[in-house]
């Protein structure tokens, strides 16, 4: 009686980890969670304030969104991430995560991601029967998309139907950035092949370098949706608020997204499409907030990678978001003599003997043999941090011991069983 596309689906990795730590937790066990990604900062108050104004608005709102919240958006992209659109093209959901997931259901196409890529991807395409296809990437690149990946899967594949790339930078999980130079460079293959773009852009201003991240869509207009949100650069994933951004040249879409969106969500929540509007004004307050936030996770990705590279463990670097992979290909003759030859079940192994939390690579992609896993360096009370942060203005490994201290035994958890591999 169930479709088979929906019952073969299981529980996102990410909340499914989240909830397993919780019990694990509540029964006593010291878990160092890297293994779900939610902000650790609190909400900005100006975005919280202006929610709780509009508490009392009950009304459904138009099924686009919000007029003024898209308007706002607009000009956020403008300024802050040098895309140029119109507010005919904002569509507001709730979530980007659901956005992308009523994109999929819509495009009739052979659907690319870039081997690591997050979790939630491949088993949305899975839930409608779709087709997908991984693109190989390499450790050397941080898992990053070339030209050349792509010319050698349409050389390889010739896919008979439309094709979509599903792109995500800040990365989830590598925390790899594309430089203008990479996203021009991919933008001349996009075209060549006629290729449909997803840029998922849910961590654009967490950015270690600059103050956004560049977007395909400067040099790829003509096909790349752009998706992005409250959850990640505004700490607000429990408001799930979400939007995307039609191109000028998709704009025949617009009736096909509203009819879908009229018959499942109706609309976003009322008082937080108001508060959104807030978040999205990004006055000078709120950015140097998140600019905060960017340093104190850009330390703290630092000594990670660093720590962990010293012991061997490959790394990628993390340039934005949360996130980093790590590996233990290194050492898999030891690995193999406890008994463990893929990625899901080291992961659990480590879980269950030094308390560690992290997501195996064949959740993001990879195969199972491939000793990858994503990290996620939140554990740790971004209001607390922060507030120490402002009266030192330096993070080292006393400062993340002191304030961090998650973040610290979880890396010493590691160690020891790099040492114990030994």
Request: with cysteine.
């Amino acid at each position: 009686m169930i479709n088979q596309n929906i019952s073969l689906l299981k529980q996102s990795s990410t909340l499914l980890i989240n909830e397993k730590v919780k019990e694990l937790r509540i029964k006593g066990k010291e878990i160092s969670h890297f293994g779900f990604g939610q902000s650790p900062f609190p909400i900005h108050a100006s975005i919280v304030a202006a929610l709780r104004e509009n508490a009392e608005n009950n009304h459904y709102l138009p099924v686009a969104g919000l007029e003024e919240l898209r308007e706002e958006i607009v000009l956020f992209l403008k300024k802050h991430q040098n895309i140029k659109t119109t507010k005919e093209s904002i569509f507001i959901g709730p979530g980007s995560k659901e956005l992308l997931y009523q994109s999929i259901l819509i495009f009739d196409a052979d659907f690319l991601i870039p081997k690591g890529s997050w979790v939630s991807y491949i088993p949305q395409i899975q839930s409608k029967g779709g087709t997908y296809h991984i693109l190989d990437t390499n450790f050397e690149n941080d898992f990053k998309l070339t030209p050349q990946n792509l010319d050698t899967f349409f050389k390889n594949k010739r896919p008979k139907k439309q094709t979509v790339l599903i792109l995500n930078s800040p990365n989830n999980p590598t925390g790899a950035i594309y430089s203008k130079e990479e996203y021009k460079a991919l933008a001349m293959a996009c075209r060549k092949h006629s290729i449909v773009v997803f840029s998922d852009e849910i961590y654009s201003q967490i950015n270690f370098s600059q103050g956004y991240s560049p977007s395909i869509s400067a040099y790829y207009p003509e096909k790349t949706i752009v998706f992005g949100g409250l959850s990640k650069v505004f700490s607000a994933g429990g408001y799930r608020l979400g939007y995307m951004m039609l191109p000028n040249e998709m704009q025949v879409l617009q009736k096909v997204y509203k009819s879908l969106f009229s018959e499942t969500f109706s609309c976003v929540s009322s008082p937080i499409q108001f508060a959104a509007i807030k978040a999205f004004e990004y006055h000078t307050n709120l950015q140097n907030y998140v600019a905060t936030s960017s340093a104190i996770l850009k330390s703290i990705s630092e000594f990670i990678f660093n720590e962990l590279s010293a012991i061997k463990i490959e790394c990628t670097k993390s340039e934005g978001a949360f996130y980093m992979l790590i590996g233990f290909n290194r050492y898999k003759a030891a690995i193999l003599e406890l008994g463990i030859s893929g990625s899901f079940e080291l992961a659990n192994y480590v879980l269950e003997n030094y308390d560690f939390a992290m997501l195996p690579g064949v959740d993001f992609g990879f195969e199972k043999e491939e000793l990858f896993f994503r990290i996620a360096f939140v554990d740790f009370n971004g209001e607390d941090v922060m507030r120490a942060y402002e009266s030192h203005k330096n993070i080292d490994s006393t400062f993340i011991e002191e304030n961090a201290p998650n973040i610290f035994l979880g890396v010493e958890k590691i160690k020891t069983f790099m040492a114990d591999l030994k």
